[in-house]
């Protein structure tokens, strides 16, 4: 069995569930899940609303993004 993740846990703490989250977020509660659940990122705007609502810094719940940069031919 796996661990809960960081937002699962503080998200039951604060007495949230995923379907109330999900509709603070204006988002589908199929969405959120997959925030939660790490099957899809959340964009910057949607994790730092997910941080305020739960009370945290962003960077509590969130690892930051990494951007590659392509080189492009001249």
Do not use: D
């Not at 995923?18 to 910057?44: H, N, Q």
């Amino acid at each position: 069995m796996t661990r809960p993740s960081r937002l699962r846990e503080l998200r039951e703490q604060r007495g949230e569930t995923i379907t109330s989250m999900a509709a603070k977020l204006e988002i589908g509660v199929s969405r959120y899940y997959m925030i939660e659940s790490g099957a899809r990122p959340a964009s910057p705007e949607l994790a730092e609303k997910i941080a305020k609502i739960l009370g945290v810094e962003t960077e509590y719940l969130f690892l930051p993004q990494s951007f590659t940069v392509r080189e492009v031919e001249a």
